[in-house]
């Protein structure tokens, strides 16, 4: 990868990251994908690259709202997460799982996406 | 990949399926509805993660309320209580709600639907039956009826009622208030995302719920079924038995301990004899009885003493309440002091009750015990019916329906239909059923300055029955067995049927009033200075009206020790007090024990006999976890109650006939048995005596030594080592009303005891740890010390927050477990050194 392709992605990246994140307040989780789509439409034309750099800043964008919204505040995530997990009967942490990868997935489609469009926007 | 600047095949499948799996995960939750549930759970947003909010305390928080006047002051004392200065008596009560919504809610919800009858529609359709039985036994029609009836009382002007009103609706309000801020705030306690609900508004009348729930806990029994059943198979062997009163002694704490009233006994024991086609209704009834309740259900082996100034060495009084709960997590109890003018009662409080159960204020403290009196205030009548009609006192009459999520639920002028076959209705009368402001009682207690106010509000008091012990700071002490009694009567002046059983429901028996209230037990001031009341029959033989037999009080060995202990000693301290709260003796095998070792003296070359006694020969009753002597004493004592009631209901054909009726030694310690006090009092008395006759007309001798083989065997084949310490077998347990095990804790080992000692270990001992933990035990360790009411102490074994990632969701079971105890911080103004955080709580708008 060279230091342009660095820089292009480390901007879908940060793109994902801070609307991923903004979007994460709206309680519409899939509407994340925005954010692997926006990040990508305007930088991105390789799916890999565009899926990798969304899927970690959509967990990354999970994990800063789970830290700044409740865990800064003392709120114990962790435990709350076990012990969720612990009544569903789903194995501990099985909820911290999953809202990262969701989140990360959801990017990760929006990314995917965001490329195609980017395509055929340079296509026309 | 495909080329960066063309449009090719390869970018049509990735977006194919991406744009798939989008879809996929959009309908998924919609469709099924457990994956809806976890992504719902897992949302950063509105999930489960708000929920780690709720455990924070933050040291300063300023919150904006509705319905408040005025703001309200909430500091927490560094043991986790909750201290509420309010400047009225609405603000105080709506901070309340608020603030034990804050730390209780999915328990609050749970309770009122557990008690409504409605669990299915959270919790799955394998709870339909648990929710028929609580909806055919009235809770909620009597729930509404009794807020309907303090509404009605409180527009004419009463004041408990109106008291009742104010409380209960600005409670409601405050209850509602954090469901909205949780709701807000995204701070429900995760149960409810998880069992995908929301709560629904509390009302008034839910707090009758919860005051039902209790009474159901308390004064609910199916005894008469059993002793039906008992007379129907073994006729008069039945009343040998289960006795009209204990052969074994008595502490009777309200006196008549003359001779026997004749006619008492004689109703006691006139059983109506069922037929076959009654019997099988008695025994459906029996089989769809004690539904499995979700929260902790009271267990009849409390203790609440109070002794005079005169044998203190204060000079006031020291009252103690220990009453016995099933455990559970969250923890039945919520601890508060609740100031407002003219208001200032520290004690716990039930989820969804406004006023301390137990407690005191500046000029009176008070405990409670339950009664255990008649049947536990539920009768049984058999009606004829015919098509809509019953039949009673020589007219046909319509049954009222009521119509309940889908339900018909049909009721006589007695109460509900519990079972129908040919023509013929098994209807209850439950006393829970009649009118009780038990939560204006409480009201109004919380603001006695005197014992007389106590008494003169337990007048008002009518279900469940309950021992109201109390002191004054003038130094007077009392107890108040409270509750509406009924006295039976036939229309033709013969003698009743025994209430203890069930009865004909022709009109041939009715009631025909009830015991007045200067009549019910009770005492003040006796010259002793003592009163013991620790669920044992509180009035002696010559009390002039029937009152139940030995089928629902306790044995009375933990009233025993109570009660020597305390006429045998003067200067008595709280630290007196403690010690004996966690007193391990028990009497039971302390009376059983020299016939047991006179037995087993006579077969001492039989190796299990010689370690047997070997260990008991020199054992002090204690029923300490390090002791071999207490869990061989605990095993001879069970396999002697097998070989004996077991042995007769098989000779007798009770079994198989019902064999789903098992009761068990020891008040039900052993697994999938339960207690029958009788039973137990009959093999104290025949291992005291070494005289089985009628009961068990062989050799005693033998039935100890063949009962001390099996049990010797037993422990062998549990711990081949030989470490069958009582350690091993007792220890406490506390279930998570989740059901998951991970919130659950236990077993933990205790200090000692069993059923029969002061320090109670509910329903353990009968197997090895974990497969037996006691699962109950003394709820509240309380001692008010009149002398100086801010140096009372008092610890429950759980903790004030249902959130198990708080720090006090558990952490007053450690205290608990050693025996030890907090101080309750009794003040109007909580220092800053003992205090944790403060909340100040404004009028919002």
């Known amino acids: 990868m060279c230091l342009r392709d660095l820089l292009r992605y480390s901007i879908v990246f940060l793109i994902t990251l801070a609307l991923s994140y903004a979007l994460l307040y709206t309680g519409i989780w899939a509407l994340t994908t925005i954010a692997g789509l926006v990040a990508t439409v305007t930088f991105s034309r390789e799916y890999l690259k565009a899926a990798i750099s969304s899927f970690i800043g959509g967990i990354t964008s999970s994990g800063l709202f789970l830290y700044l919204n409740y865990a800064v505040f003392g709120g114990p995530v962790l435990e709350v997460a076990y012990y969720a997990g612990a009544v569903a009967g789903i194995p501990g942490y099985t909820f911290l799982l999953l809202t990262f990868l969701l989140t990360g997935i959801y990017c990760v489609i929006g990314s995917i996406i965001g490329v195609f469009v980017r395509k055929i926007i340079h296509k026309h | ?845």
């Open chain 2, 1 to 845: 990949m495909s080329n960066p600047k063309e449009v090719g095949g390869r970018d049509y499948i990735a977006l194919g399926v991406s744009v798939l799996v989008l879809i996929i995960l959009l309908l998924l939750p919609l469709y099924i509805a457990p994956i809806g549930v976890l992504f719902n759970a897992a949302n950063p947003y509105d999930g489960i993660y708000g929920y780690s909010l709720n455990a924070v305390v933050p040291k300063y928080e300023v919150l904006n309320i509705k319905g408040l006047y005025a703001p309200v002051i909430v500091t927490i004392d560094k043991y986790g209580v909750y201290h509420i200065y309010a400047s009225n008596l609405h603000d105080l009560f709506l901070a309340f709600g608020f603030i034990q919504a804050e730390n209780r809610l999915f328990q609050l919800d749970l309770m009122r639907r557990a008690a409504m009858g409605n669990l299915s529609a959270i919790l799955g359709p394998s709870y339909k039956s648990y929710d028929l039985f609580q909806l055919k036994i009235g809770n909620l029609i009597t729930a509404e009826r009794d807020w309907n009836e303090t509404l009605e009382l409180a527009e004419e002007g009463n004041p408990m009622a109106n008291l009742t009103v104010m409380a209960l609706e600005a409670y409601s309000q405050g209850v509602n208030d954090y469901i909205a801020y949780a709701e807000e705030h995204h701070e429900l306690p995760f149960e409810f995302i998880l069992l995908n609900y929301r709560p629904q508004p509390w009302t008034p009348v839910d707090s009758f719920l919860i005051q039902q729930y209790m009474i159901e806990g308390l004064e609910f029994s199916d005894d008469a079924l059993i002793l039906s059943l008992m007379y129907y198979k073994m006729g008069n062997l039945t009343n040998t038995l289960i006795p009209p009163f204990s052969l074994i002694p008595q502490v009777y704490f309200a006196g008549y301990n003359g001779g026997p009233n004749e006619t008492v006994i004689e109703e006691t024991e006139n059983i109506w004899l069922i037929n076959s086609t009654i019997a099988q209704m008695a025994y459906q009834l029996y089989n769809e009885w004690d539904p499995p309740f979700i929260n902790p259900h009271p267990q009849g082996h409390s203790n609440a003493w109070v002794v005079s100034g005169k044998k203190t060495v204060t000079g006031y009084p020291i009252l103690v309440g220990g009453p016995v709960l099933d455990f559970s997590l969250p923890f039945i109890w919520f601890e508060a002091q609740l100031v407002a003018s003219g208001f200032n009662v520290f004690g716990v409080f039930l989820p969804g009750v406004p006023v301390p159960v137990i407690g005191f204020n500046q000029h009176v403290a008070w405990t409670l015990t339950d009664v255990q009196a008649i049947s536990g205030g539920t009768f049984f009548f058999v009606q004829a019916i015919n098509g809509d009609y019953y039949y009673w006192d020589g007219h046909w009459y319509p049954i009222k329906h009521y119509y309940i999520n889908g339900v018909e639920l049909n009721w006589t002028n007695w109460g509900p239909i519990m079972v129908e076959k040919d023509h013929l209705a098994l209807v209850m009368y439950w006393l829970g059923n009649n009118y009780s402001n038990d939560i204006g009682v409480l009201l109004t207690i919380a603001q006695a300055t005197n014992w007389m106010q106590i008494y003169d509000a337990l007048q008002y008091w009518y279900v469940p029955y309950q021992n109201f012990v109390f002191a004054d700071v003038n130094g007077n002490i009392g107890v108040v067995s409270a509750g509406l009694y009924p006295i039976f009567a036939m229309r033709n002046g013969s003698l009743p049927y025994s209430p203890n059983a069930i009865m004909p429901g022709n009109g041939e028996e009715y009631i025909a009033g009830y015991i007045s209230y200067s009549d019910i037990p009770h005492v003040i001031n006796p010259p002793s200075g003592v009163i013991v009341a620790s669920n044992q029959r509180p009035v002696g033989p010559s009390y002039p009206y029937w009152f139940g037999n030995t089928m629902s009080f306790s044995p009375g060995t933990r009233a025993w020790v109570v009660y020597e202990y305390l006429i045998n000693h003067n200067n008595i301290t709280i630290q007196d007090m403690m010690k004996l709260q966690w007193n391990e003796t028990d009497l039971a095998a302390c009376w059983t024990l020299p016939t047991i070792l006179k037995a087993l003296e006579t077969d001492l070359s039989n190796p299990y006999i010689r370690t047997a006694y070997d260990y008991l020969k020199d054992w002090n009753c204690v029923m300490s976890p390090d002791s071999k002597a207490a869990t061989i004493w605990f095993y001879i004592y069970s396999e002697t109650y097998f070989n004996v009631f077991y042995r007769l209901f098989n000779e007798t054909g009770f079994w198989p006939e019902f064999e789903n009726i098992r009761p068990g030694p020891a008040g039900g310690s052993w697994p999938n048995t339960f207690g029958l006090r009788s039973f137990d009092e009959d093999l104290i008395y025949i291992l005291d005596t070494g005289n089985g006759t009628p009961i068990y007309n062989g050799s005693v001798y033998s039935l100890i030594i063949n009962s001390t083989i099996s049990a010797m065997k037993l422990l062998e084949t549990y711990y081949p080592n030989g470490n069958y310490v009582w350690g091993n077998f007792y220890g406490f347990y506390w279930p998570s009303i989740t059901g998951a095990r991970a919130l659950s804790v236990g077993s933990l080992p205790g200090l000692g005891g069993d059923y029969f000692t002061l320090n109670d270990a509910s329903g353990g001992g009968g197997g090895p740890l974990p497969t037996s933990p006691a699962t109950g035990g003394q709820s509240w360790t309380f001692i008010a010390n009149l002398a100086n009411l801010s140096n009372s102490y008092g610890v429950f074994p759980g903790g004030q927050s249902e959130n198990p990632a708080s720090p006090f969701y558990d952490n007053y079971i450690p205290i608990w477990i050693k025996g030890e105890y907090l101080p309750l911080i009794f003040t109007t103004n909580v220092t800053s050194q003992n205090m944790i955080a403060e909340i100040i709580l404004k009028p919002s708008g």
